[in-house]
């Protein structure tokens, strides 16, 4: 399964302030083309402490569209996610994931999120198992759409892959492991500093050759921001 990192970052690759402020640092221009990246995946995946922070749908909001919304996803060990986001209020219309390291709890699966237990790596849901059990779930919601009751599982009916959202360690996680085919990078004229959040977290490299290599191949200005889009060589 195709795997998209999307990074909207100040120029020196934070994703909020020292505080966890993030709204919003690209301009209107860049928000609706990540809304259109969504509309193309099959799943937008997050980290938990993202969907804390934030607070995010995850739809595709765009006018005038009515395609399939892509299935929400959240990386969360220890099912921590609160009841009252959007994400786990909006779960009864919209197909909602969480991907866990212990069997589902009762607290979420009344909501009607479906959890995924996964193996854990450093204490968090292991990323290639996660892609593994994500994809599993994809294509059984895939064949119910075909041959049963409307469902949402990707834009267009098709299992294109899943597009990475946040959080940081997320993205660290899901790069050093080779994953990331790709990366949709949105850059803002600003500077945050090195208090801000960094858009990729902490993962040790030792060798310079050891390092995850893409090849930029298209950059487009945004209003006052920088598209640029990689691929994974």
């Given at each position: 399964m195709r795997v998209t990192l999307k990074l909207a970052t100040s120029l020196d690759g934070r994703i909020a302030t020292a505080s966890g402020e993030s709204k919003w640092i690209t301009g209107e221009a860049a928000r609706e083309q990540g809304h259109k990246l969504r509309a193309m995946h099959s799943a937008v995946l997050v980290g938990v402490e993202t969907a804390i922070a934030d607070n995010p749908e995850l739809t595709v909001r765009l006018p005038g569209y009515v395609g399939a919304q892509p299935v929400r996803v959240v990386l969360d060990s220890k099912q921590r996610l609160p009841t009252h986001l959007k994400l786990v209020?909006?779960?009864?219309?919209?197909?909602?994931?969480?991907?866990?390291?212990?069997?589902?709890?009762?607290?979420?699966?009344?909501?009607?999120?479906?959890?995924?237990?996964?193996?854990?790596?450093?204490?968090?849901?292991?990323?290639?198992?996660?892609?593994?059990?994500?994809?599993?779930?994809?294509?059984?919601?895939?064949?119910?759409?075909?041959?049963?009751?409307?469902?949402?599982p990707a834009a267009g009916g098709k299992v294109f892959g899943v597009m990475i959202e946040g959080g940081g360690q997320v993205a660290a996680s899901f790069l050093s492991a080779g994953l990331v085919d790709a990366i949709e990078w949105f850059r803002a004229p600003i500077i945050l500093g090195d208090e801000g959040r960094p858009a990729v977290g902490d993962f040790v490299l030792e060798k310079l050759k050891d390092a995850p290599r893409f090849k930029r191949v298209e950059v487009i200005s945004l209003g006052d921001d920088l598209w640029e889009r990689y691929e994974k060589i």
């Amino acid at each position: 399964m195709r795997v998209t990192l999307k990074l909207a970052t100040s120029l020196d690759g934070r994703i909020a302030t020292a505080s966890g402020e993030s709204k919003w640092i690209t301009g209107e221009a860049a928000r609706e083309q990540g809304h259109k990246l969504r509309a193309m995946h099959s799943a937008v995946l997050v980290g938990v402490e993202t969907a804390i922070a934030d607070n995010p749908e995850l739809t595709v909001r765009l006018p005038g569209y009515v395609g399939a919304q892509p299935v929400r996803v959240v990386l969360d060990s220890k099912q921590r996610l609160p009841t009252h986001l959007k994400l786990v209020t909006g779960a009864p219309r919209l197909d909602t994931v969480v991907i866990a390291t212990s069997e589902s709890a009762d607290r979420l699966a009344k909501t009607g999120v479906r959890v995924l237990k996964v193996p854990a790596s450093d204490g968090r849901p292991d990323p290639e198992m996660s892609l593994e059990a994500l994809k599993r779930y994809l294509a059984i919601r895939l064949t119910q759409a075909v041959g049963g009751p409307a469902v949402t599982p990707a834009a267009g009916g098709k299992v294109f892959g899943v597009m990475i959202e946040g959080g940081g360690q997320v993205a660290a996680s899901f790069l050093s492991a080779g994953l990331v085919d790709a990366i949709e990078w949105f850059r803002a004229p600003i500077i945050l500093g090195d208090e801000g959040r960094p858009a990729v977290g902490d993962f040790v490299l030792e060798k310079l050759k050891d390092a995850p290599r893409f090849k930029r191949v298209e950059v487009i200005s945004l209003g006052d921001d920088l598209w640029e889009r990689y691929e994974k060589i």
